[in-house]
């Protein structure tokens, strides 16, 4: 939690929240006497299987994200239903399961970009997309750039911020 907190990933606040609301309840459950099971037939779903289902959900993306080409998938590997999983995700965090994948997709595009050891093609193919154009389109979408034009002002960026030879 401190690693998350630290680095201020997008969703950072919803994860925190949701791991500090299950700590509270697992405390509040183990020292107090009071049974807080849901009775077999009940329409609502249990508050803490619905936040740690969530939980897995974002670790499971995140730790994923190279081998996840769609969200039936993902429910199937998981084994939980794809309206469930969608439904849930949307109810915990207000976005829809698709758009947080696609945002952890170009975070991680951006991180292989400017690593540099990778071309385009080979990120869009590492990240599931059809072809290097639906990455490219999805990456202008969300970024506001192209991937290429992001790289060439993100090094530009940094030679601007580093010395230059006359200026040594």
Known sequence: MLAEFNQQLPYSFEYLSNCLENIMILTW????????RTEPGADAPNPRVVGTTVYT???YIEDHIFSIPDIRTLAQEMHFSYTYISHVFKQKTGMTLQRYILQVKIDKSKELILDDRWT???????????SLQSFSKAFKKEVGMSP???KRRSLTAGESSSPTPEAK
């Not at 459950?29 to 807080?36: D, E, G, I, K, V």
């Not at 385009?120 to 059809?130: G, P, R």
Request: overall charge negative; glycine content about 0%.
């Open 148 to 150: 290429s034009e992001f």
């Open 29 to 36: 459950r183990t020292f107090s006497q009071h049974n807080l």
């Open 57 to 59: 959900l974002i670790k």
């Open 120 to 130: 385009l093609s080979e990120i869009a193919n590492m990240l599931n997309y059809e």
